[in-house]
T-cell receptor, first 116, second 109 residues
Framework: ETGVTQTPRHLVMGMTNKKSLKCEQH?????MYWYKQSAKKPLELMFV???????ENNSVPSRFSPECPNSSHLFLHLHTLQPEDSALYLC???????????????FGAGSRLTVL | GQNIDQPTEMTATEGAIVQINCTYQ??????LFWYQQHAGEAPTFLSY??LDGLEEKGRFSSFLSRSKGYSYLLLKELQMKDSASYLC??????????WGAGTKLIIKP
């Protein structure tokens, strides 16, 4: 399989549940990202991993916990979420380290999360 | 603060031409991106502008004016499959991507 794959595509969970989102990239990229996409709002960067180290955490609540075991896999662990966390969670990858050129992000199709 | 503005929604007719505008105010500039996102699918890269002028790629063209903080995406010979959201993003002085909220383009027969 090629590109960026996210599972599950859809997830419904209660506020007390614990679940995880998974992302896998087959592009040989060395940076991976989690974004939150809410209707009619700009993409919100949540976490960035470069060379398997977290380089950015944009004031994301602790109920979201990322994990990057290797350069091909990224997880987002979810715990005690709130209804306002319902959104599309997008994973992306890129070849980090170059400040010239496009350094284009390749996105997965997203995991649609509904918190009841 | 940093800001990207683009229209929320536009409607156009199959076979016609449409221009989607994007204006930005950012701390520095290191390139502007356009992505296309069909409903329920991943955003996919369309174009990248770092110098002023027009970049053409088939039916799609993207224009940049850095002095005006302005870009547009031009779609020609519109097809029904062009119905999608179009996302504008600017890379700032710290190489962070600042995103617009996207423009939903509806194509009518």
């Amino acid at each position: 399989e090629t590109g960026v794959t996210q599972t599950p595509r859809h997830l419904v969970m209660g506020m007390t549940n614990k679940k995880s989102l998974k992302c896998e990239q087959h592009l040989g990229h060395n940076a991976m990202y989690w974004y939150k996409q809410s209707a009619k709002k700009p993409l919100e960067l949540m976490f960035v991993y470069s060379l398997e180290e977290r380089v950015e955490n944009n004031s994301v609540p602790s109920r979201f916990s990322p994990e990057c075991p290797n350069s091909s896999h990224l997880f987002l662990h979810l715990h005690t979420l709130q209804p306002e966390d319902s959104a599309l969670y997008l994973c992306a990858s890129s070849q980090a380290g170059s400040t010239s050129g496009a350094n284009v992000l390749t996105f997965g199709a997203g995991s649609r999360l509904t918190v009841l | 603060g940093q800001n990207i503005d683009q229209p929320t929604e536009m409607t156009a007719t199959e076979g016609a031409i449409v221009q989607i505008n994007c204006t930005y105010q950012t701390s520095g500039f290191n390139g502007l991106f356009w992505y296309q996102q069909h409903a329920g699918e991943a955003p996919t890269f369309l174009s990248y502008n770092v110098l002023d002028g027009l970049e053409e790629k088939g039916r799609f063209s993207s224009f940049l004016s850095r002095s005006k903080g302005y870009s547009y995406l031009l779609l020609k010979e519109l097809q029904m499959k062009d119905s999608a959201s179009y996302l504008c993003a600017v890379r700032d002085a710290n190489y962070q991507l600042i995103w617009g909220a996207g423009t939903k383009l509806i194509i009518k027969p």
